[in-house]
């Protein structure tokens, strides 16, 4: 069981990673694709690791003026997270965009 669970956190660092180069390569569109391959492949009982996923994919839509999902991911986020402040500000900024 341990080393399952070790595999599939070892792939959820790899995607993560592999989301976070799109993002700093302005490939948006493939970085809120990585980002929601992370979100499926991570423990739902690690809910500060999948806000900051949530999170990350909701600046990759921003930066495609997806707001609408934008905003989502960062209510998604902060049901995570009550205290993910950047979460709130993203959010804030996107509502004003829809």
Do not use: W
């Amino acid at each position: 069981k341990a080393f399952g669970l070790l595999k599939v956190l070892r792939a959820l660092d790899k995607k993560k990673k592999e989301a976070d180069v799109s993002f700093k390569s302005q490939q948006f569109k493939k970085a809120i694709e990585l980002y929601g391959e992370a979100i499926d492949l991570c423990p739902t009982d690690n809910d500060a690791y999948r806000a900051k996923l949530f999170f990350n994919r909701a600046v990759a839509n921003s930066k495609l003026r997806n707001h609408e999902e934008c905003v989502g991911d960062c209510t998604k986020a902060l049901d995570l997270d009550k205290d993910y402040t950047k979460a709130y500000l993203r959010r804030a900024s996107s509502n004003l965009m829809v």
